[in-house]
């Protein structure tokens, strides 16, 4: 068995890019663009399924581990919509963006440099985010299954990605990397991507059941992401733990 799930050449090329993270017109745009779809259906989904009747601050009861957190893209609302949030990311310089960004405007996030298979707390979540990240690992399924590890029984799973198809393929990488130029050449490896069917089967080897899958699809006629049916290309997948 793999002893890490950290891919050293992928850490290298987010070490590069760290600085851009809160950069809404740099490296990390089409992250900045589909973000508040992203929040939306977390939150929503959050909010169903534990009842909750806060509306000002409706996750303020809730913990969140926030698995390859990058520069705190999602940590950072998750915190202002209430939450208790512990971001991990396997890449120092990312830790220090987010420690930063997070310090600059009053936000109490705990962040941490590790990959879930070398974390080192006792406590346990009743969410974790897994967005943008299992395409950028050595091992799907030990990640899943070390990272399900600090949710709570009954606590969701949130798993953001691509579906590995030729569509995907034309998108992602020849026209989001090589023709628009949203993402810098490379970000991408397609033989990384993962298809939901794949995905449900990890998920289930440690005792995750699907509760949702949602397609994200761009609209460029409005420069505006949105929930859909087609989970050809990008798709969010929600998991509670049996």
Not at 29 to 52: D, S, V
Not at 201 to 214: F, G, M, P
Request: aromatic share 10%; hydrophobic share 40%; with cysteine.
């Amino acid at each position: 068995m793999k002893s890490t799930t950290i891919n050293k050449s992928e850490i290298k090329k987010f070490n590069k890019l760290a600085a851009e993270w809160w950069n809404p017109e740099g490296s990390f745009k089409p992250l900045h663009k589909f973000n508040p779809t992203r929040i939306k259906y977390i939150k929503e989904k959050i909010i169903n399924y534990f009842n909750i009747k806060n509306n000002n601050l409706p996750l303020k009861k809730i913990k969140i581990l926030d698995v390859g957190c990058g520069g705190g893209l999602i940590s950072v609302p998750m915190k202002r919509l209430g939450a208790n949030v512990v971001g991990i990311d396997a890449s120092l310089k990312n830790i220090k963006v987010a420690k930063t960004y997070s310090k600059k405007n009053n936000l109490n996030i705990k962040y941490i440099c590790s990959s879930p298979e070398k974390l080192k707390i006792k406590d346990k979540f009743d969410v974790i985010l897994m967005l943008e990240i299992v395409e950028h690992v050595d091992d799907v399924e030990i990640f899943i299954r070390e990272s399900s590890k600090f949710l709570k029984k009954n606590g969701l799973i949130f798993l953001a990605t691509l579906n590995k198809t030729l569509k995907s393929y034309i998108f992602a990488i020849v026209g989001a990397e090589y023709i628009l130029r949203w993402l810098p050449i490379g970000t991408h490896d397609w033989e990384k991507f993962v298809k939901p069917d794949d995905l449900i089967t990890i998920a289930k080897k440690s005792k995750l059941d699907q509760v949702d899958i949602s397609g994200l699809k761009f609209n460029p006629l409005i420069n505006k992401w949105d929930l859909s049916n087609d989970r050809s290309v990008n798709y969010i997948a929600t998991f509670k733990k049996n």
